[in-house]
Protein backbone atom coordinates (compact mmCIF):
# COMPACT_ATOMS: atom_id res chain seq x y z
CA UNK A 1 0.00 0.00 0.00
CA UNK A 2 1.00 3.73 -0.48
CA UNK A 3 0.94 6.12 2.78
CA UNK A 4 2.29 10.17 3.12
CA UNK A 5 2.16 11.53 6.33
CA UNK A 6 2.90 15.19 7.43
CA UNK A 7 1.87 17.04 10.20
CA UNK A 8 -1.33 17.73 11.16
CA UNK A 9 -1.17 21.18 12.02
CA UNK A 10 1.46 24.06 11.87
CA UNK A 11 1.76 27.76 12.94
CA UNK A 12 4.05 30.45 12.24
CA UNK A 13 3.78 34.60 12.37
CA UNK A 14 3.61 36.75 9.53
CA UNK A 15 6.91 36.73 7.96
CA UNK A 16 8.86 33.70 9.07
CA UNK A 17 9.45 30.82 7.21
CA UNK A 18 7.80 27.43 8.08
CA UNK A 19 8.83 24.02 6.37
CA UNK A 20 6.00 21.44 6.55
CA UNK A 21 7.29 17.98 6.23
CA UNK A 22 6.11 14.97 4.01
CA UNK A 23 7.81 11.09 4.31
CA UNK A 24 5.75 8.50 2.18
CA UNK A 25 5.61 4.83 1.70
CA UNK A 26 5.18 3.44 -1.71
CA UNK A 27 6.20 1.75 -4.30
CA UNK A 28 6.78 2.36 -7.81
CA UNK A 29 7.48 5.71 -6.77
CA UNK A 30 7.80 9.02 -9.35
CA UNK A 31 7.41 12.13 -7.75
CA UNK A 32 6.11 14.05 -5.09
CA UNK A 33 3.63 17.25 -5.97
CA UNK A 34 2.99 20.03 -3.44
CA UNK A 35 -1.14 21.01 -3.35
CA UNK A 36 -2.73 24.43 -1.37
CA UNK A 37 -6.17 24.40 -0.26
CA UNK A 38 -7.75 27.03 1.12
CA UNK A 39 -11.02 26.38 3.31
CA UNK A 40 -13.67 25.41 1.05
CA UNK A 41 -11.67 26.26 -2.24
CA UNK A 42 -10.10 23.34 -4.90
CA UNK A 43 -5.90 22.76 -4.41
CA UNK A 44 -3.87 24.07 -6.43
CA UNK A 45 -0.48 23.19 -7.77
CA UNK A 46 2.36 24.74 -6.16
CA UNK A 47 5.28 22.91 -6.98
CA UNK A 48 7.13 19.18 -8.15
CA UNK A 49 10.18 17.34 -7.71
CA UNK A 50 11.14 14.42 -9.33
CA UNK A 51 14.98 14.17 -8.84
CA UNK A 52 16.25 14.90 -5.33
CA UNK A 53 17.51 18.31 -4.68
CA UNK A 54 15.82 21.39 -3.83
CA UNK A 55 13.01 23.58 -6.56
CA UNK A 56 12.57 27.17 -6.21
CA UNK A 57 9.50 28.85 -7.29
CA UNK A 58 9.17 32.32 -5.63
CA UNK A 59 8.91 31.77 -2.08
CA UNK A 60 7.54 28.54 -1.69
CA UNK A 61 10.41 25.90 -2.34
CA UNK A 62 10.36 21.90 -2.24
CA UNK A 63 12.91 19.76 -1.90
CA UNK A 64 12.90 15.92 -2.41
CA UNK A 65 15.23 12.87 -1.24
CA UNK A 66 14.09 10.10 -2.72
CA UNK A 67 16.90 7.44 -0.71
CA UNK A 68 15.01 9.09 2.57
CA UNK A 69 11.63 9.06 0.94
CA UNK A 70 11.07 12.39 2.31
CA UNK A 71 10.42 16.03 1.22
CA UNK A 72 9.56 19.37 2.05
CA UNK A 73 7.73 22.22 1.40
CA UNK A 74 9.46 25.91 2.53
CA UNK A 75 7.30 28.76 2.41
CA UNK A 76 9.19 32.28 3.16
CA UNK A 77 8.06 35.44 4.26
CA UNK A 78 4.98 33.72 5.48
CA UNK A 79 1.75 36.21 4.82
CA UNK A 80 -1.56 36.03 5.82
CA UNK A 81 -2.95 34.46 3.11
CA UNK A 82 -0.81 31.60 3.25
CA UNK A 83 -3.34 30.32 5.91
CA UNK A 84 -4.12 27.39 4.16
CA UNK A 85 -4.24 23.43 4.08
CA UNK A 86 -0.81 21.82 1.98
CA UNK A 87 -0.83 18.18 0.91
CA UNK A 88 1.35 16.34 -0.43
CA UNK A 89 0.79 13.98 -3.50
CA UNK A 90 2.66 11.41 -4.78
CA UNK A 91 2.91 9.87 -8.46
CA UNK A 92 3.83 6.31 -9.11
CA UNK A 93 5.39 4.88 -12.42
CA UNK A 94 3.18 4.12 -15.58
CA UNK A 95 0.22 6.02 -13.72
CA UNK A 96 2.17 9.31 -13.46
CA UNK A 97 -1.34 11.60 -13.67
CA UNK A 98 -2.39 9.73 -10.83
CA UNK A 99 -2.01 11.12 -7.13
CA UNK A 100 -2.20 9.87 -4.07
CA UNK A 101 -2.22 12.29 -1.47
CA UNK A 102 -0.79 13.43 2.00
CA UNK A 103 -2.53 13.51 5.27
CA UNK A 104 -2.50 17.57 4.77
CA UNK A 105 -1.08 20.28 7.32
CA UNK A 106 -3.03 23.10 8.33
CA UNK A 107 -0.71 26.48 8.22
CA UNK A 108 -2.14 29.03 10.12
CA UNK A 109 -0.41 32.32 9.60
CA UNK A 110 -0.31 34.87 12.68
CA UNK A 111 0.34 38.75 12.91
CA UNK B 1 -3.38 27.99 -16.58
CA UNK B 2 -6.00 25.04 -17.23
CA UNK B 3 -9.16 25.53 -15.82
CA UNK B 4 -11.63 22.83 -14.94
CA UNK B 5 -15.05 23.58 -13.90
CA UNK B 6 -17.31 21.92 -11.51
CA UNK B 7 -20.82 21.72 -11.37
CA UNK B 8 -22.52 22.12 -9.26
CA UNK B 9 -20.85 24.03 -6.19
CA UNK B 10 -23.37 23.23 -3.89
CA UNK B 11 -26.31 20.50 -3.63
CA UNK B 12 -28.59 19.68 -1.22
CA UNK B 13 -31.03 16.49 -1.95
CA UNK B 14 -33.42 14.35 0.09
CA UNK B 15 -31.98 10.84 0.75
CA UNK B 16 -33.08 8.42 -2.02
CA UNK B 17 -32.59 10.15 -4.84
CA UNK B 18 -29.69 10.22 -7.41
CA UNK B 19 -27.50 13.61 -7.51
CA UNK B 20 -25.36 13.94 -10.87
CA UNK B 21 -22.09 16.28 -10.63
CA UNK B 22 -20.21 17.30 -13.91
CA UNK B 23 -16.81 18.14 -14.42
CA UNK B 24 -15.65 20.05 -17.30
CA UNK B 25 -11.69 20.39 -18.95
CA UNK B 26 -12.73 24.20 -20.66
CA UNK B 27 -9.11 24.44 -22.25
CA UNK B 28 -7.42 21.62 -22.99
CA UNK B 29 -8.74 17.79 -23.70
CA UNK B 30 -8.57 15.65 -21.03
CA UNK B 31 -8.53 11.92 -21.30
CA UNK B 32 -8.34 10.72 -17.86
CA UNK B 33 -9.92 12.81 -15.22
CA UNK B 34 -10.55 11.67 -11.60
CA UNK B 35 -12.54 12.21 -8.86
CA UNK B 36 -12.20 12.52 -4.91
CA UNK B 37 -14.03 12.60 -1.89
CA UNK B 38 -13.01 15.29 1.00
CA UNK B 39 -14.37 15.15 4.53
CA UNK B 40 -13.90 18.19 6.61
CA UNK B 41 -10.52 18.58 7.37
CA UNK B 42 -9.13 15.29 6.07
CA UNK B 43 -7.29 14.77 2.88
CA UNK B 44 -8.12 14.02 -0.84
CA UNK B 45 -9.35 10.37 -1.28
CA UNK B 46 -9.32 9.10 -4.67
CA UNK B 47 -11.92 7.35 -5.59
CA UNK B 48 -12.20 6.74 -9.13
CA UNK B 49 -10.23 7.25 -12.63
CA UNK B 50 -12.51 8.63 -15.49
CA UNK B 51 -11.29 7.00 -18.09
CA UNK B 52 -13.06 9.28 -21.80
CA UNK B 53 -14.43 6.35 -23.92
CA UNK B 54 -14.38 3.76 -21.29
CA UNK B 55 -15.16 2.31 -18.22
CA UNK B 56 -14.41 3.92 -14.97
CA UNK B 57 -11.47 2.37 -12.57
CA UNK B 58 -12.54 2.55 -9.13
CA UNK B 59 -10.18 2.36 -6.33
CA UNK B 60 -10.69 0.01 -3.31
CA UNK B 61 -13.89 0.35 -1.04
CA UNK B 62 -15.75 2.51 -3.87
CA UNK B 63 -19.04 0.89 -4.78
CA UNK B 64 -18.90 1.54 -8.28
CA UNK B 65 -23.01 1.23 -8.37
CA UNK B 66 -23.40 3.71 -6.45
CA UNK B 67 -20.88 6.65 -7.77
CA UNK B 68 -21.45 6.00 -11.69
CA UNK B 69 -19.12 7.91 -13.47
CA UNK B 70 -19.60 8.27 -17.20
CA UNK B 71 -16.77 9.97 -19.63
CA UNK B 72 -18.52 10.52 -22.69
CA UNK B 73 -16.28 12.95 -24.07
CA UNK B 74 -13.03 14.33 -23.54
CA UNK B 75 -14.02 17.98 -22.05
CA UNK B 76 -16.82 16.43 -19.35
CA UNK B 77 -17.01 13.49 -16.81
CA UNK B 78 -20.17 13.10 -14.78
CA UNK B 79 -20.07 11.55 -11.21
CA UNK B 80 -24.00 10.35 -10.51
CA UNK B 81 -24.47 9.52 -6.54
CA UNK B 82 -27.28 7.11 -6.95
CA UNK B 83 -30.04 6.59 -4.22
CA UNK B 84 -28.43 8.85 -1.81
CA UNK B 85 -27.89 8.84 2.21
CA UNK B 86 -26.88 10.91 4.72
CA UNK B 87 -23.16 9.50 4.51
CA UNK B 88 -22.68 10.05 0.97
CA UNK B 89 -22.87 13.69 2.50
CA UNK B 90 -19.04 15.13 1.22
CA UNK B 91 -17.53 17.67 -0.73
CA UNK B 92 -16.23 15.72 -4.10
CA UNK B 93 -13.89 17.46 -6.37
CA UNK B 94 -12.72 16.60 -10.09
CA UNK B 95 -9.62 16.71 -11.34
CA UNK B 96 -7.85 16.69 -14.92
CA UNK B 97 -4.22 16.74 -15.70
CA UNK B 98 -1.83 17.98 -17.69
CA UNK B 99 1.74 16.77 -19.16
CA UNK B 100 3.92 19.17 -18.72
CA UNK B 101 6.69 17.47 -19.88
CA UNK B 102 8.59 16.41 -16.82
CA UNK B 103 5.78 16.31 -14.36
CA UNK B 104 2.00 15.95 -14.64
CA UNK B 105 0.12 18.93 -13.03
CA UNK B 106 -3.82 18.65 -11.88
CA UNK B 107 -6.31 21.20 -12.02
CA UNK B 108 -8.97 20.65 -9.76
CA UNK B 109 -12.41 22.16 -10.55
CA UNK B 110 -14.19 23.86 -7.36
CA UNK B 111 -15.87 20.88 -5.42
CA UNK B 112 -19.20 19.94 -5.25
CA UNK B 113 -20.64 20.42 -0.92
CA UNK B 114 -23.30 17.66 -0.96
CA UNK B 115 -25.68 17.19 1.48
CA UNK B 116 -28.30 14.58 1.67
CA UNK B 117 -31.42 14.96 4.29
Known amino acids: GQSLEQPSEVTAVEGAIVQINCTYQ??????LSWYQQHDGGAPTFLSYNGLDGLEETGRFSSFLSRSDSYGYLLLQELQMKDSASYFCAVSRTGTASKLTFGTGTRLQVML | GAVVSQHPSRVICKSGTSVKIECRSLDFQATTMFWYRQFPKQSLMLMATSNEGSKATYEQGVEKDKFLINHASLTLSTLTVTSAHPEDSSFYICSATRDRGQYTEAFFGQGTRLTVV
Open chain 1, 26 to 31: TSGFYG
